[in-house]
Nanobody
Framework: QVQLVESGGGLAQAGGSLRLTCTAS????????MAWFRQDLGNERELVAR????????TYADSVKGRFTISRDNDKNTVSLQMNSLKPEDTAIYYC?????????????????WGQGTQVTVSS
């Protein structure tokens, strides 16, 4: 049974930092493109950042560029999201996702597996 388990969410003040980690029980983890999405109440799930199978090609939403960093460890089956300079508008549930697709990876429907989500709340 495939599981993606997120950890590291919580409460932070504006300007602060949090680090999210996702541990995947995926066979051949290195064959999956990994991503972090987020969803706030009333909004659609949006891509925050994604990273290629090799870990050399990260992509970020414009809203988080320069503040968030995605990374992966293919030996430990983990993907992380370091979030710095947090803003209240970063408040959302953050989801880890894995995709076996090779294109259209900004789309949530191209992801095969999802974690249960972890709440991030940023106070002003």
């Amino acid at each position: 049974q495939v599981q993606l388990v997120e950890s590291g969410g919580g409460l932070a003040q504006a300007g602060g930092s949090l680090r999210l980690t996702c541990t995947a029980s995926l066979r051949a983890f290195r064959n999956y493109h990994m991503a972090w999405f987020r969803q706030d109440l009333g909004n659609e799930r949006e891509l925050v950042a994604r990273i290629s199978r090799s870990g050399f090609t990260p992509t970020y939403a414009d809203s988080v560029k320069g503040r968030f960093t995605i990374s992966r460890d293919n030996d430990k089956n983990t993907v992380s999201l370091q979030m710095n300079s947090l803003k209240p508008e970063d408040t959302a549930i953050y989801y880890c996702a894995a995709s076996s697709w090779l294109a259209d990876l900004d789309r949530s429907d191209k992801y095969d597996y999802w974690g249960q989500g972890t709440q991030v709340t940023v106070s002003s």
